[in-house]
């Protein structure tokens, strides 16, 4: 069924228009696109907003912005954001990173979606702008409210730079490599002060509906040095708060078995 | 509803058409052009046979809205070849049997064209991510991956 193409050079306009709940924004097309294909007569009308702001990547300091237009290509070009390249290395083959936007991969259902896993690791603020204007939200909040999200446009994301190449982790479990849904994804971001571990963050994809946030792993390694007993803890409480599917690639069983044992690899550094 | 219309370059041609709002390239190229190389797979994003290059970078037709390629290059298989010459990669699969059913194949080429415009000489690790988007469901891909590197720079491809 034909849809209505509203294009906007403006980033206000295009979050009104998007105030109509038949109406979705198109960033790369490998959400809203896939949905037409497949007859989804909810969407009338597909907004498009065609600010270069979108599109732009500042990581030269030591707070990075990410316009959520990006595409994956784009992260795997930049030299300064080498601790990303892994996540999004890992989603779809060229064509899809070619085309895949960081503000797309919010909204991507389970089994996608691992792009946001690593933002959640790094507590990334989200900037969307709405009816009222802008506003900041930080991811957590987002990812739990973001299926309410009528009549706003998300138009950037935010997080610190971890301060060392260690200090960030990722890891996905995918059946077909190197391309493939997640079994699992998880990201950890460990700051370090002196020998110990200030403000924890581990963050899991496919663990639950959106991604989440490991609490009760946070708190194992909260105050801690990073050693085998720490992990060993860690990897034990992976599974608390949890609340995966079932879907063709893995069992809810199983991903609860499995979410500590990856953890414990994430943690210690093992391939 | 009222229709849209379209210019941008198809194979070095300018084309004008004019689209339903939604359609996507893959049908713009197939019903509009009469472009039958990229095919129609799964629609999701997942088989990659639909695969073009737009401005010179793989993209999914079936997953691209047809107003966004305004004034744009679309390079398919239907434009590889050279008159009535093979491109170096239609050779290689050829002699390498690398095409069973031949579905995957459009997009397969594509996507080593794209690898091969921009990497003359790749890995075969190179040339297994530059395919990772596209299933092939016949050859176990050995075939596939040994034609790239064949097409690739006379031959002369790294290890």
């Known amino acids: 069924m034909p849809v209505t193409v509203k294009t906007f050079t403006s980033t206000n306009e295009a979050a009104a228009a998007l105030s109509d709940r038949s109406a979705r924004y198109l960033g790369g097309g490998t959400l809203v696109m896939r949905a037409l294909n497949e007859g989804d007569i909810s969407i009338s009308t597909v907004v498009r907003a065609s600010d270069q702001a979108m599109t732009r990547i500042d990581a030269s300091g030591s707070r990075i912005t990410l316009g959520a237009g990006v595409t994956f290509a784009r992260i795997l070009a930049e030299r300064d954001l080498g601790f990303l390249h892994g996540p999004a290395r890992s989603i779809g083959g060229p064509a899809v990173r070619n085309m895949g936007t960081v503000g797309g991969n919010l909204f991507a259902p389970v089994p996608y979606g691992d792009f946001t896993v690593a933002m959640l690791a790094l507590d990334a603020i989200v900037s969307v702008q709405g009816g009222l204007g802008g506003r900041e939200i930080g991811i957590e909040e987002f990812l739990q409210s973001r299926d309410r999200q009528a009549g706003t446009l998300v138009l950037a994301i935010s997080f610190a730079k971890p301060g060392s190449a260690d200090a960030f982790r990722y890891r996905k479990i995918a059946r077909i490599k190197p391309k493939g849904g997640a079994v699992i994804t998880l990201a950890a971001h460990l700051p370090v002060n002196g020998s110990r571990i200030v403000g924890a963050r581990v963050a899991l994809g496919s663990m639950a509906p959106t991604p989440i946030r490991a609490r009760a792993a946070e708190r194992a390694l909260e105050g801690r040095s990073l050693d085998t007993s720490t992990i060993n803890a860690a990897a034990a409480a992976a599974v608390e708060g949890t609340s995966p599917g079932d879907n063709g690639l893995a069992s809810a069983w199983y991903r609860r078995e499995i979410v500590g044992v990856h953890l414990r690899r994430l943690l210690s550094g093992q391939e | ?159």
Request: glycine share 12%; net charge negative; charged share 20%.
């Open chain 2, 1 to 159: 509803m009222t229709k849209t219309p379209l210019q941008f370059q198809h194979n070095g041609r300018d084309v004008a058409i004019f689209v339903d709002g939604g359609t996507n390239l893959l049908v713009a190229l197939r019903e509009l052009i009469g472009d039958m190389t990229p095919k129609f797979g799964c629609g999701q994003g997942g088989c990659g046979t639909c695969s073009v290059l737009i401005d010179g970078e793989l993209h999914l037709s079936c997953l691209t809205l047809a107003e966004t390629v305004a004034g744009r290059s679309v390079e398919t298989l239907d434009g590889i070849k050279d008159g009535p010459n093979l491109h170096p990669l239609q050779r290689a699969f050829a002699d390498n049997f690398a095409a069973q059913c031949g579905y995957c194949t459009p997009g397969m080429l594509m996507a080593a064209k794209a690898l091969l415009d921009r990497n003359p000489q790749p890995s075969r690790a190179e040339v297994v991510e530059a395919i990772s988007g596209n299933i092939c469901r016949c050859t176990g891909y050995e075939p596939i991956i040994n034609a790239v590197l064949a097409a690739a720079s006379g031959g002369r491809a790294r290890a």
